[in-house]
């Protein structure tokens, strides 16, 4: 099967996984409809939905998102840029991130290959783990709902600010904190020679610290940001209870870190979907401006391919740091070489192998991405500028060789985890409601109708994490359930009893780090809603977001699936259906013909949502 490109798999990942994260927020106080949002003239919908609209319009990319952010700014939203990355700077791409109240929503722009290169907008609305408050003059905002963490600048004065600031935190369930009492207080700022601070606590998650310092040019720089408990207790920690720090005002600096713009876009899938995109830009940083374009200066000398290579494609002779995967079917090293010699590099020798190019509209000095396919066989590359080295990294069918996969992986392991290697303990930081370990490379939750989740790759040793989560789960009072957990040196599946539910983590090794995976069911939801299936199968929920009727033939049934059905609640068709795989065929979408089968378990929930690309399959509870 062929990859899709990149810009339209982000398009089809933002907008598709949120179809069914709408409907467990449906109950919600604050409900968000992205169909009825505010937009620039001339539109015409692909499809439109509450929790995700997809829609072209007439003008180019740059020009449509101003214009789509002015509409709604105008509105009410406030945007924000991420707290640790740049935004995207692409001609033929913008993404935006904006707030109103607790409600998020993505503003994805792009040219859509499938709408005769028209510009498309993608609306799609975003679970904010920790939401925040901006003043509503805010400007220079940055914000991760995760950490959480939230820097910005603002006209009001110092007291103003920290009054306001104080009453939206406790509507948010957040209490001042007095480190003289060591308790809860009604009022709890700290004056400092330029500004003050004050402490903010909740019975689940860190601690906060707000910093305000009163700017040069007489505005108020803003500052919250998680920290660790042994702050708010000076007497057994006195240095802890300085005041810190606070920030200088930021500074305006030039956009154009299309690497850290990317890896943050990654970012903000995995939240949404768990999808394996950023596993080929983790760990971005962005590249200096004059080490990103070396102009004349820069080497045209051509590679050539490394001796000894066993992954299935070529690799240059400069490659260095190889961890090649052909279980999950993926590939990185590192290059001392630029990203332009390695994107000629390749473009060469793919060819010379008889492989087809796909467009990129990603092709910039300090990131390329490129697509190639041969039959059925398909590869994606992102070459990245990381410093003074170029990290590569792809993935797909052609990397795919299991038989490879144990040599591999042990390899790999016994490189980067020396024998002798002391167990230590992990940090924890919050990823969507759940822990994971502070130190990671990758990160991000997931959020569907009955089952919540959190994963992560970290680079420390299986034990090592296996202890970080025995402890801070233990503190949340789950419960393992020894006769079910299965232990080994390179895997572990430990189950618990929560009071929501059922967990599982799943813990496992690849390319030297241990792999996370946390999920949580929540029974007492998916026993209330009706929706099981009897004991031992599983229930498909059908939805259809077509203007058009849809026909799938899955399970042996041929099911018609009326416009619209299942778009902004369960109400679709269902079906019963024991453990296994579910190959299926559709009529009525552009994706419409045989596709992957769908792989179910017992008593469990699946999403099988028909859009304008084909099918997407989730699993609710």
């Not at 003043?135 to 950490?147: E, L, S, Y």
């Not at 007489?218 to 606070?246: F, M, N, W, Y």
Request: proline residues 6%; hydrophobic residues 40%; charged residues 25%.
């Amino acid at each position: 099967m062929r990859s899709i490109r990149f810009p339209a798999l982000i398009s089809c990942v933002l907008s598709a996984f949120v179809l069914f994260v709408g409907i467990a927020d449906a109950s919600a106080e604050e409900t968000l409809d992205t169909s009825k949002l505010p937009r620039v003239s001339g539109t015409k919908d692909i499809f439109a939905s509450a929790p995700s609209t997809i829609f072209t319009a007439p003008g180019a990319v740059a020009e449509t998102a101003e214009g789509t952010i002015a509409a709604l700014t105008a509105a009410g939203w406030q945007q924000y840029a991420p707290a640790f990355a740049e935004q995207i700077n692409n001609p033929n791409m913008a993404l935006a991130t904006l707030k109103k109240g607790a409600l998020g929503l993505s503003v994805f722009v792009t040219v859509a290959p499938a709408q005769n290169n028209a510009t498309s907008v993608t609306y799609s609305g975003v679970i904010i783990a920790n939401d925040l408050p901006f003043p509503k003059d805010a400007t220079d905002i940055k914000f991760d709902g995760d950490r959480p963490h939230l820097s910005c600048v603002t006209a009001g004065s110092l007291e103003a600010t920290s009054d306001f600031l104080r009453t939206e935190l406790i509507a948010r369930g957040w209490s001042p904190w007095s480190v003289k009492d060591n308790a809860k207080s009604a009022y709890a700022d700290q004056k400092t020679e330029k500004g003050l601070y004050a402490y903010y606590v909740r019975d689940a998650g860190k601690p906060l610290i707000l910093v305000l310092q009163s700017a040069d040019n007489g505005k108020t720089t803003v500052k919250i940001e998680a920290v660790s408990p042994d702050l708010l207790h000076p007497a057994e920690k006195q240095e802890a209870a300085k005041a810190p720090e606070a920030p200088p005002a930021p500074t305006a600096k030039p956009q154009d870190k299309v690497g850290d713009a990317i890896d943050d876009l990654a970012a903000s899938i995995i939240k949404q979907a768990q999808e394996s995109v950023t596993d080929s830009m983790r760990g971005a940083k962005p590249a200096a401006a004059d080490k990103a374009d070396k102009g004349s200066d820069e080497s045209t000398e051509e590679l050539t391919v490394l001796d000894g290579n066993t992954a299935p494609i070529p690799v240059p002779s400069t490659a260095a740091e190889i961890a090649f995967d052909g279980s999950s079917g993926k590939l990185e090293f590192n290059s001392s070489s630029s990203v332009k010699q390695v994107a000629a590099f390749y473009r060469s020798q793919m060819k010379t192998l008889g492989w087809s190019e796909e467009k990129s509209v990603i092709n910039q000095a300090n990131m390329v991405v490129l697509g190639f396919h041969k039959g059925e066989q398909d590869v994606s590359l992102t070459l990245m500028k990381m410093g003074e080295a170029v990290n590569v990294s792809a993935t797909g069918s052609v990397l795919e060789k299991p038989e490879a996969t144990e040599e591999a992986s042990a390899s790999s392991d016994a490189a980067s985890a020396p024998v002798n290697e002391p167990e230590r303990e992990l940090e924890a930081e919050d990823a969507g409601g759940l822990p994971v370990p502070k130190e990671h490379s990758l990160s991000g939750s997931e959020q569907s109708m009955f089952r919540h989740g959190a994963n992560a790759n970290v680079p420390a040793k299986l034990a090592s994490v296996l202890a970080f989560y025995r402890r801070e789960l233990g503190k949340r009072d789950w419960k393992e359930d020894t006769s079910k957990s299965v232990i080994k040196d390179d895997a572990a599946e430990i189950h618990f009893t929560t009071a929501d539910g059922p967990a599982v983590l799943k813990l496992g090794r690849a390319n030297g780090e241990t792999t996370i995976a946390l999920t949580v069911r929540e029974d007492d939801k998916a026993k209330k809603s009706g929706l099981l299936a009897k004991p031992g199968q599983t229930k498909l929920l059908i939805g259809n977001y077509l203007d058009t009727e849809a026909v799938i033939t899955i399970a042996g049934k041929t099911i018609k699936v009326p416009a619209g059905a299942g778009s902004k609640g369960p109400d679709g068709p269902t079906l019963d259906v024991a453990p296994g795989k579910y190959p299926y065929k559709l009529k009525g979408a552009s994706g419409a013909g045989s596709n992957d089968p769908i792989e179910v378990g017992a008593d469990e929930i699946w999403g099988v949502m028909i859009g304008p690309g084909g099918v997407l399959s989730l699993q609710m509870y």
